[in-house]
């Protein structure tokens, strides 16, 4: 079946800064979604994006079908932001399955 | 709009006890999933249902059973539950398999 890798897998940022996520993927998908679980374990849709680039406020993702990866960016972090970003692809001619990445998980320090 | 509800929120077993987890959503969506997540890793599909009436294995089906009652609800049942059942369970649900999924806020199950 498809391979989902996340990177990095940790990542501590200061209060402020911007980071990026990557999502790569061994097949080609027909459905790709950017997901954050809050420190309550909440999962939180954030961008559903199989190709192309979205953007919503401090968060902006953009999906490179044809290179299989998806990188997802944050500006201007916040503590809120904390907890695990997963990245979860649905493969294309696999109707109904969505995959998932093993997450970053992410902490912001005041 | 309640989206999709997962009860019960947490559930004690002991080894061997069946229990079922309710699953219902209010999007009129056509398919429904259940997935389980272990301690400091992703998702991993447990069974799911494409429309009502049928359902198909996922990455980990074993020691499971589910049941698509009808369009909104979607039920995982432990015939007999081991310790290796011990997760937290999400429910989901979306349109259609090119449409956003749509996540219940989880069973936390614990099987002593």
């Known amino acids: 079946g498809i391979q989902v890798e996340q990177s990095p897998p940790d990542l501590i940022l200061q209060e402020g800064a911007n980071s990026t996520l990557r999502c790569n993927f061994s097949d080609s998908v027909n459905n790709l979604q950017w997901f954050h679980q809050n420190p309550w374990g909440q999962l939180i849709n954030l961008f559903y994006i199989p190709s192309g680039t979205k953007q919503n406020g401090r968060l902006s993702a953009t999906t490179v079908a044809t290179e299989r990866y998806s990188l997802l960016y944050i500006s201007s972090s916040q503590t809120t932001d904390s907890g695990v970003y997963f990245c979860a692809v649905g493969q294309s001619g696999g109707y109904n399955k969505l995959i998932f990445g093993a997450g970053t998980r992410l902490a912001v320090h005041p | 709009n309640a989206g999709v509800t997962q009860t019960p929120k947490f559930q004690v077993l002991k080894t061997g006890q069946s229990m079922t987890l309710q699953c219902a959503q209010d999007m009129n969506h056509n398919s429904m999933y259940w997935y389980r997540q272990d301690p400091g890793m992703g998702l991993r599909l447990i069974y799911y249902s494409a429309s009502e009436g049928t359902t198909d294995k996922g990455e980990v089906p074993n020691g499971y059973n589910v049941s698509r009652l009808n369009k909104r609800e979607f039920s995982l049942r432990l015939e007999s539950a081991a310790p290796s059942q011990t997760s937290v369970y999400f429910c989901?649900?979306?349109?259609?398999?090119?449409?956003?999924?749509?996540f219940g806020n989880g069973t936390r199950l614990t099987v002593t």
């Open positions: 989901a649900s979306r349109d259609s398999h090119n449409s956003p999924l749509h």
